[in-house]
């Protein structure tokens, strides 16, 4: 621990050093927004009556009196300011669970991809001629298949491997020796996190629940990534390319390891094989499996191929940067106003207690996001239920910005042990957190945060914590490396925006004004200049 | 000073009492007990259970038992056989009802740790280790093999012997009995759980605790009355239920007697037809 810290600090400069995008980023937030709102009046067909009470009326030069246009409400024009900037943080907790681990994960492939772009720039040598355009389209092919999905694998392993099945294995406290499956860096489609132990040692010392939920957190860590990196996009409402291939290898990697279950699932193999096994067998399934390697693959493809994030990614890395040379795009998402945006999405969650859908919904409002999700279990194992909702960014200010999470979740039991046979009754629970961002420096260069994660959970199965109750203490340093907010804060600037109502209350509190100041009997005005 | 709107104010306060309402109403909707059993301290020492057995099977239930599962037969007689399991003993009687096959439910208490090699075992073929699967009943709702029971502490495996009856072989977790090697009915400790199948589960709990001063277990229902803790236990169970894990098998009070230690010779008849308890030092 004492040598991670000393290297974080050793690399701090080379890591907060804002990313100086390819192009200009693609997202509505960043593109100017267009003055339209100036009403035009041709003043030469009436004159203002200076003795007129109401002063806005207008008095067109046959006498008759006109009221005044109302102006159209103004658009809110949104300016992203340095707080709403997405944090890239590096959280520590003790002992370092999967949640935390998959956001410094995150962190470290926006820095390698950020590296890998500075050295090997998405285009060169122009991009005018219909030639170079070609060769620029083979240069990046040669580059995204031979340098970033190597790069993305590796990361994944980390990801997978060190925080997913080893701190799953940290905190069931187990002391049989285990090994990693070396990363394939050419099958840019195959799997990498893979845990192998001896199976008559490890069996003995832990539950099959637990072993399953060991095999599973590869899987566990890559739906985490998967759900953070979509609600970046939403927040920021630009994908950039290293992320759209990130999030492609995990589900790549996701699908090809589910696909490939055989018909007799056998413990060795994969982990979603191995997950399959254990978990059958602690719900006392042996010769014929309650869920069986065919359902897996249905579900699990279903949920999949209805992800538009999976899309997203592939026209992101296959059109918009192999084709194209941008490496950043608007989210497609769908818009419901100014600003306002929203996507839903279905994932496959591999728990302890079974397989879990969870439908989920990201709402956006400039850079404030509200995601709600649930977790319906499918029974075929033990009856479980939750939900929760997130909001990122839903306070900030120049100093700090808040995240929070709030969860609930109703299961039945977790098995401990299984010589021993301990169970953990769970019933009803839930967990909130709340995550602050708190600006160290305002540099445009070195935007360093320091982030504390705090808040509590009970005991109970949720995703990236620990099983037992425990608080959640997480601290670290967060960078927002995403240079996409302007320096010289030319951008328009926060417009007051008034809702219909009011100015429907402004309008009655002037008519009512106007109506006191008015005298009780007014003659109407002859106009001396028409006869 | 802008005065407060009390008429505001009070709508506010009534709209969040009843959100908060709602709320607590949804919490205690999900909350149920569903932590172990928690269990009187005095144990039912089974001795023996004499149940009956269709005559004209005689022959193969015997011979099921004794090659097998591989339990050895004590005593013979020209019409009824007792073969020891663990510590206790089971005696198969003729019928002398009217029923051609009578069906039955106990538990035969395995090591902790040999669930699992136990349901092996029986896919096996048992002690004939022949292949041939001794017949399993699953669980009902989710035809699980190991049966789970979060709530007892315990798991299980079903079988069925030559007469029908179900027999339950149970891994308790709070009993440490932890044997290693390879499974045989050598591992069998005890009969540990009989159901007893009554017309009136509260009268026959009322005679047991007075006669045999066993208590009753908390939270098990009227229509499932449990006696005893892990070491030992009756299931009281109301005529027509259905027994678990099957979802087809109904209980019926067939002609029982059961020996448990007791100092004092005692015989409690429960309510209904044949079923006795009766007492051995």
């Keep these: 621990m004492r040598k991670l810290l000393l290297l974080l600090l050793i690399s701090l400069p080379i890591i907060s050093f804002a990313q100086q995008p390819a192009r200009n980023i693609v997202s509505p937030d960043t593109v100017k927004p267009k003055r339209s709102d100036s009403l035009l009046v ?14 806005d009326n207008k008095i067109w030069r046959d006498g008759e009196v006109v009221k005044p246009v109302k102006p159209r409400p103004k658009k809110k024009k949104f300016q992203i300011r340095f707080s709403d900037r997405i944090e890239y943080a590096f959280m520590l907790d003790y002992p370092l669970t999967t949640g935390a681990g998959v956001e410094t994960s995150l962190l470290f492939q926006k820095k390698i991809g950020a590296w890998s772009d500075s050295l090997l720039p998405p285009y060169f040598g122009g991009d005018s001629t219909q030639a170079q355009r070609r060769r620029a389209r083979i240069y990046r092919a040669a580059k995204i298949f031979l340098i970033d999905a190597p790069l993305e694998s590796i990361i994944m392993a980390t990801q997978q491997d060190f925080f997913g099945h080893m701190a799953r294995m940290r905190e069931f406290e187990l002391k049989s020796k285990y090994t990693f499956r070396p990363i394939n860096l050419i ?22 629940q637990q072993l399953g939920q060991i095999a599973s957190a590869s899987l566990e860590a890559g739906g985490i990534a998967s759900d953070l990196l979509a609600m970046r996009w939403m927040q920021r409402k630009a994908v950039f390319y290293h992320e759209a291939l990130h999030n492609l290898r995990l589900q790549l990697s996701g699908l090809s390891e589910v696909l490939t279950v055989s018909k007799n699932p056998q413990t060795g193999k994969s982990s979603a094989e191995d997950w399959m096994y254990y978990t059958n067998r602690q719900y006392g399934f042996y010769s014929e499996y309650g ?28 059109y918009n940067y192999l084709i194209n040379g941008s490496d950043s795009m608007r989210t497609p998402a769908f818009k419901i106003g100014y600003g306002k945006y929203v996507l839903p999405w279905v994932k496959y969650s591999f728990t302890p207690l079974g397989p879990e859908w969870v439908p989920e919904i990201t709402l956006t409002r400039h850079r404030h996001v509200l995601n709600v999700y649930g977790r319906i279990g499918t029974g075929v194992f033990a009856q479980s239920y939750g939900g929760g909702i997130r909001l990122n960014n839903f306070l900030r200010n120049d100093f700090v910005s808040l995240n929070a999470h709030v969860a609930f979740w109703n299961q039945p039991y977790l098995f401990k042990n299984w010589v021993n046979q301990e169970i953990l009754t769970i019933g009803t629970g839930g967990a909130a957190t709340v995550t602050g961002y708190f600006k160290l420096t305002k540099g445009w260069h070195f935007p360093i945060s320091a982030v504390a994660q705090l808040g509590y959970k009970t005991k109970g199965f949720m995703e990236g914590e620990v099983w037992q109750a425990a608080p959640i203490i997480r601290v670290g340093l967060s960078f927002a490396l995403d240079k996409d907010f302007e320096e010289d804060y030319n951008y328009p600037q926060y417009e007051e925006i008034k809702t219909k109502k009011e100015l429907k209350k402004e309008a009655s509190e002037a008519k009512k004004k106007a109506k006191a100041k008015a005298p009780t009997k007014t003659q109407p005005r002859q106009n001396p200049y028409v006869k | 000073m802008r005065c407060i709107n009390n008429k505001r104010l009070f709508k506010l306060i009534t709209f969040q009492k009843f959100l908060l309402i709602v709320a607590l109403g949804f919490i205690i909707s999900c909350k149920k007990n569903i932590d172990p059993l928690s269990f009187p301290e005095k144990e039912v020492v089974i001795k023996e259970l004499i149940i009956n057995g269709n005559q004209d099977e005689f022959f193969q239930i015997r011979s ?146 007075e006669n045999l001063g066993y208590k009753p277990v908390d939270r098990t229902t009227s229509g499932y009355k449990v006696m005893g803790n892990a070491n030992g236990l009756i299931n009281l169970v109301v005529q027509n239920r259905i027994l678990p894990p099957t979802t087809t098998e109904q209980a019926y009070p067939y002609e029982m007697e059961l020996v448990v230690q007791n100092p004092d010779s005692i015989v409690v008849s429960l309510p209904g037809y044949f079923v006795k308890i009766t007492t051995r030092p």
């Design chain 1, 42 to 55: 041709d003043t030469t067909d009436y004159w203002k009556d200076t003795l007129n009470p109401i002063k």
């Design chain 1, 187 to 208: 099958s840019f489609w195959k799997p990498v996190g893979y845990i192998s132990f001896d199976p008559l040692k490890i069996e003995t010392e832990a539950s099959r």
């Design chain 1, 291 to 318: 869920y069986t390697a065919g359902n897996m693959k249905r579900d699990y493809a279903i949920a999949t191929f209805t992800n538009p994030n999976l899309y997203t990614s592939l026209y992101s890395v296959f």
């Design chain 2, 64 to 209: 099921f038992w004794e090659n097998t599962i591989g339990c050895d037969v004590v005593n013979q007689t020209f019409n009824s056989f007792t073969i020891k399991i663990g510590n206790s003993l089971l005696t198969f009687k003729p019928n002398t009802t009217t029923i051609a096959r009578p069906q039955y439910h106990f538990a035969i208490l395995i090591p902790s740790n040999q669930i699992e090699n136990c349901l092996a075992w029986l896919k096996n073929g048992g002690k004939k280790k022949n292949g041939e699967e001794i017949q399993l009943w699953r669980g009902g709702e989710t035809n699980a093999e190991i049966i789970q029971s979060p709530l007892y502490n315990s798991s299980s495996v079903y079988f069925a012997d030559y007469g029908g009856n179900i027999i339950e072989l149970v891994a308790r977790r709070n009993i440490d009995n932890v044997e290693v090697g390879e499974f045989s009915s050598e591992m069998f400790k005890e009969i540990n759980s009989v159901s007893m199948v009554t017309k009136e589960v509260r009268a026959a709990q009322d005679l047991i605790s």
